[in-house]
């Protein structure tokens, strides 16, 4: 290859290997941080609107209040009372209404869970079911909490404060309670407080310790105990009344020796310790003895009326789950339609079970009585109350005839449609109709 060659060659290779100069960049930070940027990046046109219109609503309200200030009638000053006019009156009534104040923010302990479970007790379960009923209860036991939280703020405000003779304290959170008579809280009251603490023990025996073991005793075994059973009579079916009669009698008598076994011989435990009768003196155990056995006779009637009310209950006219079903026929004997039992019959069964409860556990001895061993024995008072048997038998009187009714209305209708072919009736006009004299027609008529 010529040298001319070569020289076209490296000229046309420096041609192509030419750079274009370094492309620079502006810096990064140029505008930033300056106040003329911030401001031009955080300006919003809204924003000054929205600033425009409050600051005329603004300046409109301060001209119309301005406006209904001028309008007004200027109140008169308040009068310049001595400092002696009501000064004390005042501070006595302040200092008690901060004292008062200070009294109810103290804690107070609320009302036992346990206290509240009794109470419901005593709500019959029929009145329990449902989901309304649920929440009226839960209602209830809100108040109930409430009120005895606000008893207690009363009780402590009372205790701990003399309410100073100033009448508009009257308005201050209602009416005021007044403080118990005999309460003077200035003057020494820890003699008398002894004296009338030894009286109360000497003659009020129901807060003997006895007494409260007895007491326990007895809510433990009665509480959630009756008599009779009767949760399964419906479930039996039809039942003839003789059996239903015989069958609870059995379980009364059954459970009245049960409580005879268990309830009795712990009670008559707690009188033969020697600790039983501590602190009443000899001339008292007649008195301390009765108080016993007017308890005991309580815990029983209680029992016998709970028992007569849940029996009454399955007859309920309102609520029929637990209505036993007798069984009865219809009977022909002696040319004489009836039901068997009879209505009168079924009633005395039902009326006759009450009586039957009614005559249980009467045969208790009273706690002196057995601790003597005298052949001569007292036994407790446990009769149930005139007027408890009086509703017992009427109101089941009024669900039988009831119950009754529709027996009552089938019987009625055959004794109308067939009675005639039972009391002679039928057999006469036959005789009657055979004597005259017919024609054939007439006696297929007839027949027909």
Not at 84 to 107: A, R
Not at 123 to 140: A, D, N, T, Y
Not at 256 to 269: D, F, G
Not at 319 to 339: A, N, S, V
């Amino acid at each position: 290859m010529s040298d001319t060659n070569k020289t076209a060659i490296a000229a046309e290779k420096e041609a192509l290997n030419l750079k274009l100069p370094p492309i620079v960049r502006p810096l990064e930070d140029i505008g930033v941080g300056t106040p003329a940027q911030s401001k031009l990046l955080s300006y919003r046109r809204s924003k000054e609107q929205q600033k425009t219109i409050n600051q005329l609503v603004i300046e409109g309200a301060k001209r119309n209040l301005a406006r209904t200030l001028d309008k007004r009638t200027p109140s008169s000053p308040e009068p310049d009372y001595p400092p002696t006019m009501t000064s004390e009156i005042k501070k006595k009534g302040f200092n008690y209404i901060y004292l008062k104040q200070c009294v109810e923010s103290s804690p107070i302990v609320p009302i036992q869970q346990e206290w509240l479970d009794h109470m419901l007790m005593l709500i019959p379960e029929s009145l329990k079911e449902g989901k309304e009923r649920e929440e009226l209860i839960q209602s209830l036991i809100n108040e109930v909490s409430s009120d005895f939280e606000k008893s207690m703020k009363r009780y402590l405000v009372r205790s701990a404060l003399v309410r100073p003779p100033v009448k508009w304290l009257e308005d201050e959170g209602g009416h005021l309670p007044e403080s118990p008579v005999g309460l003077d809280y200035s003057k020494l009251w820890h003699s008398n407080y002894l004296q009338t603490r030894k009286q109360i023990l000497a003659s009020l025996y129901i807060v003997h310790p006895t007494m409260k073991m007895l007491l326990d005793l007895g809510y433990t075994t009665f509480a959630n105990t009756v008599l009779l059973d009767l949760t399964g009579i419906r479930g039996k079916g039809p039942i003839d009344c003789g059996s239903l009669k015989n069958d609870l009698s059995i379980q009364a008598r059954k459970a009245e020796e049960k409580i005879m076994n268990t309830w009795y011989p712990k009670v008559i435990s707690l009188f033969t310790k020697k600790e039983s009768l501590e602190g009443i003196k000899p001339e008292k155990l007649d008195a301390f003895y009765n108080c016993v056995s007017t308890l005991m006779s309580n815990q029983l009637k209680e029992l016998l009326k709970r028992t007569v009310e849940g029996f009454v209950k399955l007859f309920d006219q309102e609520d029929q789950r637990g209505l036993p079903i007798f069984k009865m026929e219809l009977t022909f004997d002696d040319d004489k339609m009836e039901f068997y039992p009879t209505f009168q019959d079924l009633e005395d069964v039902v009326l006759g079970l009450v009586e039957r409860i009614a005559e249980a556990l009467q045969n208790v001895q009273t706690v002196p009585s057995w601790l003597s061993g005298t052949s001569t024995t007292v036994s407790l008072d446990t009769e149930l109350p005139e007027h408890v048997l009086q509703w017992a038998l009427d109101t089941l009187k009024v669900a039988v005839h009831h119950n009754l009714e529709g027996a009552r209305k089938h019987y009625e209708t055959y004794v109308e449609k067939y009675n005639w072919l039972l009391d002679g009736t039928a057999v006469k006009l036959i005789e009657t109709f055979q004597a005259e004299d017919h024609t054939f027609d007439e006696y297929t008529e007839s027949f027909i």
